[in-house]
């Protein structure tokens, strides 16, 4: 399908019955892969299985806090296996599910392409103003 | 690549210098691509150029305030072009650039999986409760 036949797909499949219903678990799932973390956490478990320390060490800046709710959210879309071995000290692994691993292949091409062409997006005064 | 070599390139390029600097474009660039009017808007200019009314009356919900916000995000990063045609009365129209067109086939890609794979994305109680 060419890119004008996608959308005009979507905006169809959003104009059958309700507009809000339809949207709305997708907005949720969307919100939950391009959040932050969320962003962060599919790139880093697209390289591999981590362990949780492993994923804070990895992602700098998450708080523990952060980066166990990102993990909750990404495990109940289906998204991020959560493994546990009953061992001392515990092991707790976090890797891509297959439907995961889809997901993270889009938001892999999405988040490459605009890190790849930062330099054609122009900076303007607008945009620097909402950097910190 | 593989995505396991995507992802590995990517983290690659945040550890250089100041993952802080290099994160920050690249993640106001993705929050405007992916806000809930941001999307609408790059998927219904991905059918064609469209005029400030016909894109309010296509994007149910959206207020005038929101669509003209996000039109000058999307126009400031260079993903939307603004046309006014000196005429009575003024006529304005919104298109993809060819840089817009690019995001735009990421943007599709990502939300079009989403809304395909829906049924394979299990609700949960915590899913259903992140509803209004």
Redesign the interface.
């Known amino acids: 399908m060419t ?2 036949s ?6 169809d ?1 959003w104009d059958t019955g309700d ?2 219903a339809a949207a ?8 939950h ?2 959040s ?1 973390w969320g ?1 962060l956490v599919m ?2 478990l ?3 299985p981590h362990r949780f320390s492993q994923l804070r060490r ?1 992602i ?2 998450v708080s523990e806090r952060m980066l166990a709710q990102t993990l ?2 990404l495990e ?3 998204f991020v296996l959560r493994e546990a071995r009953d061992v001392v000290p515990p092991h707790v692994s976090y890797s891509l599910t297959p ?1 995961g ?15 790849g ?2 330099p ?5 005064p ?2 620097q103003a ?3």
């Open positions: 890119p004008a996608t959308a005009q797909a979507l905006i499949r507009v809000l709305c678990p997708s907005r949720t799932i969307l919100q892969l391009t932050k962003t790139v880093t697209a390289t591999g990895r700098t800046g909750q959210q109940a879309d289906g439907l691993a889809e997901a993270a292949t889009h938001v892999l091409a999405l988040t490459a392409w605009i890190e062409n930062l054609r997006i122009l900076p303007t607008q945009k909402a950097q910190p």
